[in-house]
């Protein structure tokens, strides 16, 4: 149930002709306070937390077409208000969440071309959000060419970064000083004397990414992606920019529980959310990926209707809700992201869609339909209605998209405000279907998903399936105690891990670099309302008893807490299901193995739980031993510490389960 925002207006305009300089607001706890100046020199802001400067005073302002420099603001007044409200998420990692802040709006007019600009501010307790606001002016179209915001941060701090030049976001955060990061994608994570920082925007709408760009051992620069023309976003007045955000926290835990982008964006706008369901699901994918199946027709097709079917009855078995399906579509063969003319609604003959949805519906199991789509984004918005009709026609209505090309249309970036326009359309249009949307080589999440919750998770992320393929032998055990404090805090990820078997007959040089008892941890770790059981049915049927882990885990929480993590080491989560009293609770590490004291203080008091834990055997290690692991019952109270002992790239999994 959606509440009601309670925004109170507390300021008022002041005169134009008091022209003042500078205007501040704090946090809702008083402890972080930002500041906006404008000078000489031009627009500024600085904040401080607790006293101490956070972000030296930093510049803003635009370039606008014809080398337009908009920068040299006289400030006209200022509003004030501020809001503290609770909602509730259709699905995620916290049920309620509690928007609270303050609000300071200065306008302002730039002196050389008069265009109206407004800066709004909120803060809140975990950190602060602006963005530029550009009013309805006698200007009603501008060409942005890049923005000149700053985040200038303290000296002495580190980064972890993602390199603007990794394709789809699919690689490492590499762990730098700020001098030496060259230029970045955000999140940008950063360990700040005293204090974590995360970097990042909220509600990306009709404009570009942006990007970060170090200049000195403090600064950073935004950099937005621009159209091919070397534009970077054409804007109609009135117009608001994405929020540019900075989480702010005492401990790297601090950062996964801030909800501060989701209180940024929209609320929800699309009624009845309860079609949008969470859920975990199997996927003829793997296969594939390692090379056992094709997408395309022959005698290793893996979307025939015979093996779909022996998915359906293995997920149905298993509880696992939803069951995926590549190669479906008759427009994989040879090089298929060089075909612009992918076909959304021919089936391959040995695929009988009209059996598969009658086998699937008598069984209980939810088909998601695959549209790969190459990039080639108007042929797949020429068909986008037909598309999702033709699924929702044979009762899938789930849908996982895919851009795979290094450019879209030939020549747009994935992060331009070309492919911003093109997402935006396909998850609305989805709505109106009642299609989910699980969306892979994405722009980078900025919370979306609050507005539109039918966009239940995407990609951007080196995932799973670089361990069943890269020729670098895999993902390093770091990266999955990386990825909740840099990539995790845009949103879902749809990682799909769940592999049981590290053996890979095709690939023998790769692997997933973890142990079995990792890879349960890691569903509790890794954020997603949709989870994927991504191994074959087969290899999870040599170990029923792990698995069960899997079949229990939950994909919606009422709760989260961090108790323990060092970003880059080790990192303890633990949920509480929203739809039942359990706890879980996921614990993993990076290439050292060692031990870890949980108190379990989250548990309600004076009650008796069954933890069922699930944990690396003495003599596993994620090399030599993945596959060892035990699994006790012990009976534990609030009042317990758990001794944790985790294997080289191990984890350990516990469900709490009320006596
Ligand atoms: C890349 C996606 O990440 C992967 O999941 C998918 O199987 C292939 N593209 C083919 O669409």
Known sequence: MKKTPVIIISGLLALASCTPSGSSVSSPDNKIRFTVESNDGGLFYSVTDGGETVVSPSRLGFVLAGDEQ???????????????????????????????????????????????????VRVFDDGFGYRYVFPAQNRDSLIIMQELTEFVIPEGSTAWGLPIKSEYYEDYFYHKNIADLDSVRTPLTVEAPGRYLAIHEANLTDYPKMNLVATDSVTLVAQLVPWSNGVAAYVKTPFATPWRTMIIGDKPGDLVTSYMMLNLNEPQAIGDASWCKPMKYMGIWWEMHLGKGTWHAGPHHSANTANVKKYIDFAAANGIKGLLVEGWNASWEGDWTRNEHIDFTTPYPDYDIDEIARYAKEKGVEMIGHHETAAWTRNYENQLDTAFSFLTGHGINNVKTGYVNSRMDGKEDHSSQYGVRHYRKVIETAAKHHVTINNHEPVMPTGLQRTLPNLMSQEGVRGQEWNAWSTDGGSVPEHTVVMPFTRGLAGPMDF???????????????????????????YVVIYAPLQMASDLPENYAKYPDTFQFIKDVPVDWETTIVPDAVIGDYVVTVRRDRNSDDWYLGAVT??????????????????????TIYADAPDADWKNNPTAYTITDRTVTSADTLNLSLATSGGTAIRFHKK
């Open 70 to 120: 908009a920068k040299d603001f006289k400030i006209l007044g200022k509003e004030t208000a501020s809001c503290d409200t609770t909602w509730e998420t259709a699905w995620g990692e916290s049920r309620l969440v509690r928007d609270n802040y303050n609000q300071l709006t200065v306008n302002m007019q730039e002196k050389n071309s008069g265009l109206l600009v407004d800066l709004q």
């Open 590 to 611: 990076d290439e050292n193995a060692r031990t870890l004291d949980v108190a379990l203080d989250f548990l309600e008091p004076n009650t008796e739980y069954v933890a």
């Open 496 to 522: 799909t891990f769940g592999t049981f078997n590290f053996e890979n007959p095709v690939y023998p040089g790769t692997r997933v670099q973890s142990t079995i008892a990792k890879e349960l941890a890691l």
